[in-house]
């Protein structure tokens, strides 16, 4: 496994999670700036030959101030692209692009139509979309082919082969960034030699200073479940004393995927990590809550537009009625009666059992798919939101009858009813529906991540990537 050393990058050049967001919305930033700067370019052509004066008086007067902002606005609209292993998917990539210039668009359009005629520029605003478009995709193909490169990866060391290091190596041979793993060590005598992801264990921590010299480790994954021997511990601090960034599994987990790894936690872990960080600011529940009554009050305006037309469809492809009502369980577990528009077959529980909604349902109508693409059947839930019984952001609520199927079967399912239900949450945004228990496993380690970081710039992240949903008819 060791590598040719005349070809090792210097470890500042090896890029971590955090490094590589910084790196793609800088450059993202950069083409947009250049993209405006040929829009005035253009904008300036267009009113004649000004001398440099002239063209100084120009930018002074005419263009609007937000005209400036245009690519710290670009940069939000790509938000959803700055997830790093998102980032190196080009697909994915291709089509947040094309999503974010048509929602740019389609807000300048509704902009345009509102302000007074021949107030904006509108050939300025064509020339920045498209240069901006044009450029970005070029930094975004440059960033897949260089940047996942192995050469910038961040090299590293699995202590610990037992069942959380090999969850952990699981994750990292799945992804092309950022991590590379050049060695896999373990304590236990009986374990060398045995070959884990394929990756062979070599022996135990006593081999940390060596393979940290030899390979340019930058960081060390403890993957240990257990009390740590003595002798590893003083291996772990000569090895910080290295260089090397000393990682534990649960903290690289919830780095890597954005959840809490249900799994592979003991409970003390959960006393001493999760508890004590779900204590959150008193100011900032105070602000979501107003956050939550000003969306709450602009969700209802936009529901007094969006019933008559859902209605009339509904009537029209499958009569009435045009409202669900459900039970689900609030926060504490409190009962309380969700509201949506109707997207299944009024006899979708003839049996009178609770099933949970699958991907491409049966039992979904013709309407109902395209209102659950758009999340238009949600928008009712904005007057749960009023009431109190939900928020903007938070986990989705669960029926009582499931969640207590649920808490017998996955460790840690009742923490998510820490939080007051939410229209969308971190798992909604990252993961489609749940029809079996593993993938209830997997959205609970999202709820839990959202529960334990949640905070202003997490709420914003999952609205910006909630609207990129909606715009990109990506719902489901």
């Given at each position: 496994?060791?590598?040719?050393?005349?070809?090792?990058?210097?470890?500042s050049?090896?890029?971590?999670?955090?490094?590589?967001?910084?790196?793609?919305?800088?450059?993202?930033?950069?083409?947009?700036?250049?993209?405006?700067?040929?829009?005035?370019?253009?904008?300036?052509l267009?009113?004649g030959?000004?001398?440099?004066?002239?063209?100084i008086?120009f930018?002074?007067?005419?263009?609007?101030d937000?005209?400036?902002?245009?690519?710290?606005?670009?940069?939000?609209?790509l938000?959803?692209?700055?997830?790093?292993?998102?980032?190196?998917?080009?697909?994915?990539t291709?089509?947040?692009?094309?999503?974010?210039?048509?929602?740019?668009?389609?807000?300048?359009?509704?902009?345009?139509?509102a302000?007074?005629?021949?107030?904006?520029?509108?050939?300025?605003?064509?020339?920045?979309?498209?240069?901006?478009?044009?450029?970005?995709?070029?930094?975004?193909?440059?960033?897949?082919?260089?940047?996942?490169s192995?050469q910038?990866?961040?090299?590293?060391?699995m202590?610990?082969?037992?069942?959380?290091?090999?969850?952990?190596?699981?994750?990292?041979?799945?992804?092309?960034?950022?991590?590379q793993?050049?060695?896999l060590?373990?304590?236990?005598?009986?374990?060398?030699?045995r070959?884990?992801?394929g990756h062979?264990?070599l022996g135990?921590?006593e081999?940390?200073r060596?393979?940290?010299e030899?390979?340019?480790?930058?960081?060390?994954f403890?993957?240990?479940?257990?009390?740590?021997?003595e002798?590893t511990?003083?291996?772990?601090?000569?090895a910080?004393?290295?260089?090397?960034?000393?990682v534990?599994?649960?903290?690289?987990?919830?780095?890597?995927?954005g959840r809490?790894?249900i799994n592979?936690l003991?409970?003390?872990?959960?006393?001493r990590?999760?508890?004590d960080?779900?204590?959150?600011?008193r100011?900032?529940?105070?602000?979501?809550?107003?956050?939550?009554v000003?969306?709450?009050?602009?969700?209802?305006?936009?529901?007094?537009?969006?019933?008559?037309?859902?209605?009339?469809?509904t009537l029209?492809?499958t009569?009435?009625?045009i409202?669900?009502?459900?039970?689900?369980?609030?926060?504490?577990g409190?009962?309380?009666?969700?509201?949506?528009?109707?997207?299944?077959?009024?006899?979708?529980?003839?049996?009178?059992?609770?099933?949970?909604?699958?991907?491409?349902?049966?039992?979904?109508t013709?309407?109902?798919k395209?209102?659950?693409k758009?999340?238009?059947?949600?928008?009712p839930?904005?007057?749960n939101?009023?009431?109190?019984?939900?928020?903007?952001v938070?986990?989705r609520?669960?029926?009582?009858?499931?969640?207590?199927?649920?808490?017998?079967?996955?460790?840690?399912?009742?923490?998510?009813?820490?939080?007051r239900?939410?229209i969308?949450?971190?798992a909604?945004?990252n993961?489609?529906?749940?029809?079996?228990?593993e993938?209830m496993?997997?959205?609970?380690?999202?709820?839990?991540?959202?529960?334990?970081?949640?905070?202003?710039?997490?709420?914003?992240?999952?609205?910006?990537?909630?609207?990129?949903?909606?715009?990109?008819?990506?719902?489901r």
């Amino acid at each position: 496994m060791a590598q040719n050393r005349s070809k090792d990058s210097p470890r500042s050049l090896r890029l971590g999670l955090s490094e590589r967001r910084v790196l793609l919305a800088g450059g993202d930033l950069v083409m947009a700036a250049i993209a405006l700067a040929v829009a005035l370019y253009f904008w300036v052509l267009g009113v004649g030959n000004l001398d440099a004066l002239e063209v100084i008086e120009f930018l002074q007067e005419r263009p609007p101030d937000w005209f400036f902002a245009l690519p710290l606005i670009w940069v939000i609209l790509l938000f959803e692209t700055y997830d790093p292993h998102r980032a190196s998917n080009w697909q994915h990539t291709r089509n947040s692009l094309l999503v974010a210039a048509g929602l740019g668009m389609g807000i300048y359009v509704i902009y345009y139509f509102a302000a007074d005629p021949g107030s904006l520029p509108r050939r300025s605003i064509a020339v920045f979309a498209v240069t901006a478009l044009l450029l970005t995709t070029v930094w975004r193909l440059l960033y897949i082919r260089i940047f996942t490169s192995p050469q910038f990866a961040r090299r590293a060391i699995m202590l610990g082969a037992g069942n959380a290091g090999q969850a952990l190596l699981h994750v990292i041979s799945g992804m092309p960034a950022p991590y590379q793993i050049v060695a896999l060590l373990d304590d236990d005598i009986a374990k060398k030699g045995r070959v884990i992801e394929g990756h062979e264990v070599l022996g135990g921590s006593e081999l940390l200073r060596d393979l940290i010299e030899e390979h340019k480790v930058s960081d060390i994954f403890v993957a240990i479940s257990g009390q740590m021997r003595e002798a590893t511990f003083h291996a772990l601090l000569e090895a910080q004393e290295q260089g090397a960034e000393i990682v534990r599994m649960p903290t690289a987990y919830e780095e890597l995927l954005g959840r809490v790894p249900i799994n592979y936690l003991e409970a003390d872990w959960l006393v001493r990590s999760f508890v004590d960080s779900t204590r959150v600011n008193r100011f900032y529940q105070l602000g979501k809550r107003l956050f939550d009554v000003v969306g709450g009050l602009v969700g209802v305006g936009i529901l007094l537009v969006l019933t008559p037309i859902v209605s009339i469809l509904t009537l029209i492809d499958t009569g009435s009625p045009i409202i669900f009502s459900q039970t689900r369980a609030g926060r504490g577990g409190k009962p309380y009666r969700i509201i949506k528009f109707r997207t299944m077959r009024v006899d979708a529980e003839k049996d009178g059992n609770p099933q949970l909604a699958q991907e491409d349902d049966q039992r979904t109508t013709r309407l109902g798919k395209v209102l659950r693409k758009t999340r238009i059947d949600e928008w009712p839930q904005f007057i749960n939101v009023l009431r109190g019984d939900m928020s903007l952001v938070g986990p989705r609520p669960e029926r009582p009858e499931l969640i207590e199927h649920f808490e017998r079967r996955i460790p840690f399912y009742r923490a998510r009813l820490l939080e007051r239900p939410g229209i969308t949450g971190w798992a909604q945004v990252n993961h489609g529906y749940a029809a079996t228990i593993e993938e209830m496993s997997v959205k609970l380690e999202y709820d839990l991540y959202y529960i334990k970081h949640r905070g202003p710039i997490l709420d914003l992240v999952i609205i910006l990537r909630t609207l990129a949903t909606v715009f990109g008819f990506r719902g489901r």
